[in-house]
């Protein structure tokens, strides 16, 4: 994806470019109508690259192409975020950062940072019926890495 964010603090300044990799691991349809639009509620679990840095790119991303991220409470959807709270008490964002790397800015080190998926976060997945393997693959170890905007 490919959409340039205006700076935050900044909204006077022009757009600054910004990209973002992903793929779909696994897709679900759950028989709830949230805010009585749809009979059912269609969920995705995506591995995502940001290749550029800017503050809140995958969430504003997501939300640009309406597919929000559920529980962010600032660029996603208050009814899907309601229900997860109120109905399956999910009130965390669902976004797991798996793995960073990146230059240190004065160091000039590559810095990487790995964290382990979270039990709720797989539970919430299992509910929603989008535990892939490769989420299972994730949570067991394994590097999904993009190369050149493609995951290998």
Known sequence: MDYPL???????EPPLSAQ????????????????????TARFSLVLVAPETGRRHQIRRHFAHIRHPIIGDKRYGDNKHNKFFKEQLGISRMLLHAKALRFLH?????????EAPVEDV????????????PALTLLRDGA???????NFQ
């Not at 205006?6 to 006077?12: A, C, D, M, V």
């Not at 919430?124 to 892939?132: A, D, G, P």
């Open 6 to 12: 205006k700076i935050l603090h900044r909204p006077e």
């Open 20 to 39: 973002t990799a992903y793929i779909t691991l696994a897709r679900s349809e759950m028989p709830w109508a949230i805010g009585n639009r749809h009979a």
């Open 105 to 113: 800015p004065t160091r000039e080190v590559e810095v990487s940072i």
């Open 121 to 132: 976060f797989m539970s919430t997945m299992q509910l929603l019926l989008l535990c892939s």
């Open 143 to 149: 590097q999904a890495s993009p190369t050149e905007g």
